[in-house]
């Protein structure tokens, strides 16, 4: 081969391999993310479990998957108009594993493109699917139980601090349960004769507000429920709550992780797996009418002793045998 077609064929192909690597990458399936927190350290575990189910369904991100993430930054209006910039870009399921409320927005936008949810609301009620079994549409996930949990966690705080007189609830007016939440740890309290002062907070000054008058109330402890708002600002919370000397009783395993003193909920990372198995079958063909939601119902107490220490408390016998993990 002469010199000059050698050169001319060495650049031809290199030419060619960028446009290569572009049609790959347009042949690969698009997986669209909605969340209504944001991105960044205090999620970065739960978006990992939902890689790790994704590369359970055999898919993994910028090998034979793309992923476009879209983050409402907590401000949940914005959902709406990322969900349709999802549907522009045409991406073969939508993954909502944070919320009902992103799942929702999704919803709204598309009747044909899959959504799989991960929510703490009851689907069938929040009109996701028509039945768990057989949730017909275009929209199947996780369910996490949350019924209870609010009225649970008041009865754990109460067993720690068996003469508190006043609890505080505080809670994310934009949340879809709050009527509920609110409406259960009342007659939960009203049974047994405590006091609890609800305080609603949208943002980080509202929030430091909150327990600003929490303190002032002497209130013994306070309560907080699941929320996206609080979720991405728990170092803000436990550090106030270290700071007023309010003992606080938290919604997930993350917070007692980052000091919080005690928490009782659902595994979190799982739930963001089992989201990410199911949007991994729904790009091998399964449709979401034919996925059954799936019932989310392992709980986890965890307790920080640490953090008791700091409060000065001592943590009954009884409970620490009931903790699934105590931290040293």
């Known amino acids: 081969m002469r010199r000059r077609e050698f050169i001319t064929l060495l650049g031809g192909t290199a030419a060619a391999l960028p446009l290569a690597a572009r049609a790959q990458q347009l042949a690969m399936p698009v997986v669209g993310f909605l969340h209504g927190g944001s991105a960044g350290a205090e999620r970065a575990h739960l978006v990992t479990a939902f890689r790790q189910g994704l590369a359970a369904a055999g898919y993994a991100e910028g ?9 409402a930054d907590e401000q949940f209006d914005r959902l709406p108009a990322l969900a349709t910039e999802l549907v522009r870009r045409r ?22 493109i899959p959504i799989v949810f ?16 057989r949730p017909g549409g275009n929209a199947t996930g996780v369910y996490h139980l949350s019924a209870g949990l609010a009225e649970k966690r008041l009865g754990l705080i109460r067993e720690l601090l068996p003469h ?31 006091k609890v002062e609800v305080l609603h907070a949208r943002n980080g000054a509202e929030i430091e507000a909150a327990f600003a008058v929490l303190e002032k109330k002497r209130a013994s402890a306070v309560v907080l429920t699941p929320d996206n708002l609080f979720f991405g600002r728990r170092v803000q919370v436990v550090t106030l709550a270290t700071r ?22 659902p595994d979190l ?3 963001w797996r ?13 449709s979401p009418a034919d996925l059954p939601v799936m019932q989310s119902t392992k709980l986890e107490l965890v307790i920080n002793l640490q953090t008791a220490r700091a409060f ?10 009931r903790a699934d993990e105590v931290i040293e």
């Open 63 to 71: 090998q034979n998957v793309i992923i476009e993430y879209r983050w």
């Open 274 to 286: 089992q989201v990410g198995d199911y949007a991994g079958r729904v790009l091998k063909g399964v």
């Open 118 to 133: 991960g929510s703490e609301n009851d689907p069938v009620k929040a009109g996701l699917v028509a039945s768990f079994n």
């Open 164 to 194: 508190a007189d006043l609890v505080g609830l505080l809670l994310n007016p934009n949340n879809l349960l709050i009527d509920a939440i609110t409406t259960e740890v009342r007659t939960a309290a009203s049974a047994v004769g405590q």
């Open 312 to 321: 000065d408390l001592e943590i009954p016998p009884t409970l620490l045998a």
């Open 269 to 271: 990372a799982e739930m």
């Open 91 to 112: 991406v073969s399921v939508i993954a909502t594993p944070g919320s009902a409320v992103a799942a929702l927005a999704a919803k709204a936008t598309t009747a044909t």
């Open 244 to 265: 007023r000397g309010i003992p606080a009783i938290y919604s997930s395993r993350e917070w007692t992780q980052v000091g919080g003193l005690m928490s009782y909920g």
